[in-house]
C-alpha cells in the first residue's frame, strides 16, 4: 500500500469527503486527489504531517514505516471532542504539570499541542476575557501565576 493508499484510506476511514479533507488542509480538491492517487511522489514532510493530523494518524503510518495508526475518530465523535475542546478550563495542578514539561525537549510537542487547543477558545484571566488566539506568553503568565497562590 503506497502513500496515496493510506491517505485515502484513512480519509474513508474517518468520515470525510475529499472535499472536507481538502477544506481542513486548506487545498483544492483536484490536489487532495493528486495525493491519494499518487501521482505527487515523495511528499514533503511539511505536507505529510498536516495531512496526518487532519486524519487523525502519524506520518510514520503514512508512509507504511508502521502499521499501527494512531485510534481514528469516528466523524461523529469529532464533534464531540470539537466541544470538549471548547470548554477545557485547566486546573492549578493541570499548569503547574505544564510548566514541568514545558523545558523537557521530548514533551515540547505534546506541551505546544495543548497550548494550541487552549489557545482557540476564550478563557477569563485577571478579570478580562482573553479572545481567540492569544499569545504562548499570556499563556506563560498564566502557568506563572498559578505559582504564586
Same mark, same amino acid.
Given at each position: 500500500?503506497? =502513500?496515496?493508499? &493510506?491517505?485515502?484510506?484513512?480519509?474513508? &476511514?474517518?468520515?470525510?469527503? /475529499? $472535499?472536507?479533507?481538502?477544506?481542513?488542509?486548506?487545498?483544492?480538491?483536484?490536489? /487532495? !486527489?493528486? !495525493?491519494? @492517487?499518487? $501521482?505527487?511522489? +515523495? %511528499?514533503?514532510?511539511?505536507? %505529510?504531517?498536516? *495531512? #496526518?493530523?487532519?486524519?487523525?494518524?502519524?506520518?510514520?503510518?503514512?508512509?507504511?514505516?508502521?502499521?499501527?495508526? #494512531?485510534? %481514528?475518530?469516528?466523524?461523529? +465523535?469529532? !464533534?464531540?471532542?470539537?466541544?470538549?475542546?471548547?470548554?477545557?478550563?485547566?486546573?492549578?495542578?493541570?499548569?503547574? =504539570?505544564?510548566? #514541568?514539561?514545558? +523545558?523537557?525537549?521530548?514533551?515540547?510537542?505534546? /506541551? $505546544?499541542? *495543548? %497550548?494550541? /487547543?487552549?489557545?482557540?477558545?476564550? *478563557? &477569563?484571566?485577571?478579570? @478580562? =476575557?482573553?479572545?481567540?488566539?492569544?499569545?504562548?506568553?499570556?499563556?506563560?503568565?498564566?502557568?506563572? @501565576?498559578?505559582?504564586?497562590?
Amino acid at each position: 500500500m503506497n =502513500v496515496g493508499q &493510506r491517505i485515502k484510506e484513512c480519509r474513508i &476511514r474517518r468520515g470525510l469527503t /475529499v $472535499d472536507e479533507l481538502a477544506e481542513k488542509l486548506k487545498k483544492n480538491r483536484a490536489t /487532495v !486527489y493528486r !495525493y491519494e @492517487k499518487g $501521482d505527487i511522489e +515523495n %511528499l514533503p514532510i511539511t505536507i %505529510l504531517e498536516p *495531512i #496526518a493530523e487532519a486524519l487523525g494518524t502519524s506520518p510514520a503510518f503514512l508512509m507504511g514505516w508502521t502499521e499501527n495508526s #494512531a485510534p %481514528l475518530m469516528e466523524k461523529k +465523535n469529532i !464533534y464531540e471532542f470539537e466541544e470538549m475542546r471548547e470548554t477545557f478550563q485547566p486546573t492549578t495542578h493541570e499548569l503547574e =504539570v505544564l510548566k #514541568a514539561y514545558r +523545558n523537557q525537549p521530548n514533551m515540547q510537542p505534546a /506541551v $505546544d499541542r *495543548i %497550548l494550541g /487547543v487552549t489557545s482557540r477558545r476564550h *478563557i &477569563r484571566m485577571e478579570g @478580562k =476575557v482573553a479572545a481567540r488566539g492569544f499569545q504562548e506568553t499570556t499563556f506563560t503568565n498564566m502557568i506563572d @501565576k498559578t505559582q504564586e497562590t
